[in-house]
């Protein structure tokens, strides 16, 4: 069983038992989100909301706020010496999904 949620401005598939980084939720460590399910699936048995499927919440345990590894933005522009380097982390929650249901 699995379903599709959204948080963050993007879509992630949640089985029980699975961890998913999701973009940074408001919430502590070892404290219980919930989200809301645009599609179920059971086995043969699909279930699509328009847009969430009513009666279904997806609950899941955030384990760490932390921060994605350093990527590097560098802009340069030939012939005019203008060049700039700056790093970048994205902070993101992992979440462990508990239960769909």
Do not use: C, W
């Not at 499927?53 to 203008?82: E, M, N, P, R």
């Amino acid at each position: 069983m699995y379903a599709i949620i959204k948080t963050g401005g993007k879509q992630y598939k949640a089985e029980p038992g699975r961890f998913i980084d999701v973009e940074k939720l408001d919430a502590e460590v070892g404290a219980e989100v919930s989200f809301e399910a645009l599609m179920v699936v059971d086995g043969d048995d699909v279930k699509v909301g328009s847009p969430v499927v009513d009666g279904v919440k997806v609950v899941g345990k955030v384990l760490a706020q932390d921060k994605a590894k350093k990527i590097i933005v560098y802009k340069y522009k030939a012939k005019k010496d203008y060049h700039r380097t700056q790093g970048h982390r994205q902070p993101y929650t992992r979440v462990e999904i508990t239960s769909i249901g």
